[in-house]
């Protein structure tokens, strides 16, 4: 039978996590997103951050629940709590017919912050693990309409758009006797979307920036097998379903549901102390109709399927201090002919890199330390594509991000 912790840390336990719960409510709702991966985040907890986000062969904490099911078998009996502290620069210069030239460049520069939390339990058979995490997310706010007609005659519309995405995931994992190990999850989530973005009838949306809410389910699969000194994994997760933003449907054509992804890698121990991992991703963005049909045959960003390749680096220099690094490059989704429509989803990083520290203060409680940095990164319209791209040919998009993420983990 596992057995209970004691009376304090019971209490130090469920203190924890009604913290991280209710930091997780009021602070993610508040907030909006930088995007590493189309609009996902690059990750929510700072070990795997600190690799760029590879590792789906090699877990370290109850991230790993969303990230490969399958590997929680290799994991103690922990809580985590995270908090993802980022700081982005989108830079537009609006230009063609259609462009708004009367402002000057429309510089959007945010801070926020995006709490996760999640539990690995050990069980006689298996491992039960699950959190709530903000895997996706996107927005801007400039101060000033992209579009000359917004800017003349719709109220300074056509500037602002917020989507927020939390997650809650139920996996569990079993190890076969012949030592690979499956896992499922059950993805369940509530997102919210506010925008006065622009509509084909070339007015803006007129719910006008109010939050409406959507509701959301998927699934995850994955597998894992570990020898002594090298380890696999893969996780499928599928199309996660969402309900339809009904009070936005002069704008979105379809419900805004997430679209398919696979990872998979490797991990190697070149030295017992330093481990190398190295993922590949992939994401269909062009299955989902908001993000990948054209927007004028069928209402959406036109955004095209994406690959990442993440490569990590783990060193655990004495028992208590473990240092990490990473570089991941992952092409946009937002096509060359889709720039002046995707201004208010400019999600166009390609590289980051990341490193991280990891302090073991005894052998329940450990903090961890990771920064990240997207170099800036730009693209122009070319003016080859549908109606919006031929009028706002020649607009520009520059961004830039830094981000923290500080990370606390209980074991008992």
């Known amino acids: ?30 907030s909006l997103a930088h995007a590493g991966e189309g609009i ?5 907890d700072a070990i795997q951050l600190g690799r760029a986000s590879s590792g789906v062969a090699s877990p370290r904490s109850s991230y ?24 982005d620069t989108f830079k537009l210069k609006p230009r063609g017919v259609l462009g708004n030239r009367l402002d000057g460049d429309l510089v959007s520069d945010e801070f926020f912050m995006v709490p996760s939390t999640g539990i690995i339990l050990p069980l006689k058979k298996g491992t039960l693990g699950g959190g709530i995490f903000a895997p996706c997310g996107s927005g801007v706010e ?19 758009l917020a989507y927020q995405h939390v997650r809650g995931v139920l996996a569990y994992a079993r190890e076969l006797d012949n030592g690979w190990a499956l896992g499922a999850g059950l993805h369940l989530s509530v997102s919210r979307f506010r925008t006065d973005h622009l509509t084909l009838g070339l007015s803006t949306a007129s719910y006008d920036n ?48 997430m679209p398919r992804s696979l990872q998979a890698g490797i991990a190697y121990k070149l030295m017992p102390t330093l481990e190398l991992t190295v993922d590949y991703k992939w994401l269909q963005w062009r ?34 201090w473990t240092f990490m690094t990473g570089y991941a490059y992952n092409n946009t989704p937002i096509r060359s002919n889709g720039v002046f429509l995707a201004s208010l989803t400019p ?23 990771t920064g990240g940095w997207a170099p800036k990164t730009s693209m122009k319209e070319n003016g080859d594509g549908d109606l919006l791209s031929l009028l706002g040919k020649g607009t520009e998009i520059e961004a830039s991000a830094i981000s923290a993420l500080l990370g606390y983990t209980y074991k008992w």
């Open 64 to 87: 790993w629940s969303y990230m490969n099911p399958a590997s929680m078998v290799d994991l103690e009996r922990r809580m985590d709590i995270n908090l993802y502290a980022i700081s």
């Open 40 to 44: 996902f985040l690059m990750g929510n």
């Open 210 to 257: 109010q939050w409406d809410t959507a509701f959301g389910a998927g699934v995850s699969v994955g597998a894992y097998r570990h020898w002594d000194r090298f380890a696999v994994g893969a996780s499928y997760m599928s199309r996660h379903w969402s309900s339809g933003m009904d009070k936005y449907d002069d704008l979105l054509s379809a419900p805004l549901d």
């Open 142 to 160: 400039y101060p000033h309409s992209r579009n000359i007609i917004s800017r003349l005659f719709s109220g300074n519309g056509d500037r602002r």
């Open 287 to 320: 299955r989902v109709r908001s993000y990948g049909s054209p927007i004028f045959r069928g209402g959406g960003f036109g955004w095209t399927n994406q690959n990442s390749v993440k490569l990590g680096l783990e060193w655990q220099a004495t028992p208590k």
């Open 1 to 30: 039978m596992i057995s209970p912790p004691r009376k304090a840390s019971k209490f130090v336990f469920c203190l924890a996590w009604l913290i991280a719960l209710s930091s997780l409510i009021s602070g993610t709702y508040a």
């Open 347 to 369: 999600v166009i990083f390609e590289h980051h890199i990341t490193g991280g520290v990891s302090f073991a203060i005894n052998e329940k409680h450990a903090v961890h330390l």
